[in-house]
């Protein structure tokens, strides 16, 4: 493939109803490790390329495209193959990107911030002077529901996060805590009635908490459950103790605390329950508040497509904050001598949050 001057190797998305694009940035997200260990359903069979977003340039376009052109600036979700120099994808999933938004921003945008909005706005609906509790605040989702909130007057957020993440984050959330303390008691000591909504990325025991967290009428939203991600191989036992841990719902209290429980997954709306066009026009108003200057993409680090394997790394050790993006141009940087992992007599990584640090980038997957 020619390089593209200027742009390095770029997406290519082909429209046909489907549009080609040079690729050069994709986004990482905690669901593409959960799909490299097996934690999800109907894993797709090997070989395959991983990714689910990425931004880049036009390449082609099939016969029936309409609003596009050759060179075009897009965004675009994958139903895999993101993490590729080129990708063929439905115009239904590509969006032209702002004219001051980076690459790099682009593709740390879509999955973050329509994930944050619909959650947020379509499931929840967030409205003046309710209270949110988002886990691993630090993290890409995190960050957008944070600044989302920002646009509501007088929403209060408090926020999860490992504590060496605080001073940076800090000032994005109202009140925040360390995820190993007793969250709960925190917030309660704050607002006796608890939270009206909750967003929960983690699973595990934290489902029970976050259900006794609610107030009448309030909504506790499950869109992940990275506390089923362990180690390097998945392990049975550690798998089978988190879902052991997740609460147990009655119908019939939830009944008699008016509260709610729901679901969301992004890309299940997308590719398999057929919502593309509810998605465009939440992608659009995203925009509009990007332009607007109110939300802006929070870029953790770039790596080359060599270092998929150390940025992964980065993501299970909760050491972002924000988005990794995967920037196709980018020349992979050697790795320090002092870089290494330690591992249990289990084989999984000993979690050492207290000391993490933005010295993690180079950190090695375990083998």
Not at 32 to 52: C, E, S
Not at 140 to 151: E, Y
Not at 277 to 296: A, C
Request: hydrophobic content about 40%; glycine content about 8%; proline content about 4%.
């Amino acid at each position: 493939m020619e390089e593209k001057s200027g742009h390095g190797v770029l997406l290519a998305l082909i429209l046909n109803v489907s549009l080609f694009q040079f690729v050069v940035h994709s986004g990482l997200n905690f669901i593409d490790l959960m799909v490299r260990q097996g934690n999800i359903d109907n894993p797709p069979k090997t070989p395959l390329v991983p990714g689910f977003e990425c931004s880049g340039i036009v390449e082609a376009l099939g016969d029936s495209v309409k609003g596009y052109e050759i060179g075009d600036r897009v965004m675009a979700f994958v139903n895999y193959n993101a993490w590729a120099e080129v990708v063929c994808t439905p115009v239904e999933f590509v969006y032209k990107i702002p004219d001051d938004m980076s690459f790099s921003e682009a593709a740390a945008f879509p999955m973050n911030f329509v994930t944050a909005y619909m959650m947020l706005f379509e499931v929840a609906n967030l409205r003046e002077g309710m209270s949110v509790l988002v886990h691993s605040a630090g993290g890409g989702v995190g960050q957008a529901v944070a600044q989302l909130c920002s646009t509501v007057p007088n929403v209060t957020v408090f926020g999860t996060a490992s504590t060496f993440k605080h001073e940076a984050i800090k000032g994005s959330m109202t009140h925040l805590f360390d995820r190993n303390a007793d969250y709960v008691q925190e917030v309660k000591r704050i607002s006796a009635e608890g939270v009206d909504i909750v967003l929960d990325c983690l699973c595990g025991d934290n489902t029970g908490k976050g259900l006794s967290l609610l107030k009448p009428l309030g909504t506790y939203i499950l869109y992940g459950s990275s506390n089923m991600v362990t180690g390097e191989t998945k392990s049975f036992f550690s798998f089978a103790k988190s879902w052991w841990q997740v609460e147990k719902v009655n119908p019939i209290k939830l009944y008699e605390e008016n509260k709610v429980i729901a679901g969301f997954s992004l890309l299940n709306l997308l590719f398999k329950q057929g919502r593309a066009g509810l998605i465009r026009g939440v992608v659009d108003k995203l925009t509009e508040l990007y332009n607007q200057k109110k939300i802006k993409p929070v870029v953790d680090s770039l790596w080359a497509l060599e270092e998929v394997k150390e940025a992964m790394q980065r993501i299970h050790d909760r050491g972002n904050i924000g988005k990794l993006i995967l920037d196709v141009e980018k020349t992979p940087t050697p790795l320090m001598a002092n870089d290494s992992t330690e591992t249990s007599e289990a084989g999984e990584e000993e979690e050492d949050h207290e000391g993490d640090s933005e010295n993690k980038e180079r950190m090695p997957f375990i083998q």
